[in-house]
Each structure stands twice: as structure tokens, then as C-alpha cells.
């Protein structure tokens, strides 16, 4: 099954090409195709077992969500604060204020479907999900494939070349990638990555740079 890992890195690397290379609208680009992969994983979820949790007492499927919830809640007054600190970094505050800015031009609603219904579920169903599943099975211990996840995630978004992107898939990537370790599971990186991908849309960080060019 590494195969379809291996696939669904190259397939996300060369859709970002598309969007920074060819100019197509990342909204029509990267979200169905993150969905297909969702997809794909789930049929594909029997054929991988799953991972031994991390944790020495996992909770029940609440304390799951509260544990999600609260690490995404954390994760988004985590990323206000590196917004700050990072604006004050030339590179990092030109391309947060064209982000922003070409967001500002899109429609919202869209934006937050997209993002809620396809690209964080397929995200988290491919990487901390089949890719994580995976890992556990082939590499030696789960902790290892919960790292080794979190690189490719990042590698899969180097071609985005934007550094907030990047960025998010770093420190995002690696706080999912714990708590599927500590779960053994999806569902606790999946409502982090929900709670956090939607305050981040409704009340995004004040960028200074904006006007930049």
C-alpha cells in the first residue's frame, strides 16, 4: 500500500505545481483533489491495520474530540501569535499579505466549504489516516511513522511556494501527526484540523504587511 502514499504525494506535489506554475485557481484545484484522496483512503482503510495507540489510556470517542478540539484551539492562538512574530520577517509578511489578500477576493462561503467539506477531511483521511496506517505497519515503531508522515506532508507542500503554507504543514503536520500517534487513530487530528482550519478562515490573524505588493 506504500504505493498509493507514494502516488498521493506526487499527485499533491503536481497540483500545487499547477496553481503556482500554470496559475489555476487553488480553490478548484487542491480541495476535489484532497476529497479523491480522502475517498480513496477510506476504501482502502480495510487493507491496512490499525495502529497501537501511543497513549498508555486512550479515552473514549468524546474524550477523542475534546482532546482534538482543544489541541485545535490551541494550535489557532499558537498561530496568531507566530503571525506576529513571523510578519516582522520581509519574506513571510509579503507572501501572509497576498494570501490574505487574494482570500479577501474569493467568496467565503465557498472557501469554508471547500476547506471543512473536502480539503481538511482529505487531508487527515491520506495523511494522518491511510499514509499514517501505513507507516505504523512498515516502519519500526509508530512514533517514526508519525514523523516520517509529517515530512512528506511538508515535502507535498514545498511546491506551493508559499512560506505561511509550508509553515502550517510543519507545525499543523506535526501536532495532527501526535495526536493520531497518541489515538491510533483519525478523529482527534481530524476535529483539530476542522476547529482550527475554521477559525482561521472566520477570523484570520491581522496581518500589518496588507498593503504590501
Known sequence: MAWFVVLGLVVTMLAWRLVTVRGRDVWITIPPLLGVLGVASVLLWSTVPAPVPGAANVPGMLGVLAIGAVSGIALYLGTLVFVGIAEHVPAFARQTAVAYRRAGTADPRRELLLSLLLAVPGEELFWRGIAYRVGADTLTTAAVAAAVVCLLYVVANVPS??????AGALVGGAVWGALAWW????LAPLASHILWTGLMLARPPRVSGLEVA
Open 161 to 166: 511556494r508559499s512560506l505561511p503554507i509550508i
Open 183 to 186: 489515538t491510533g487513530g483519525v
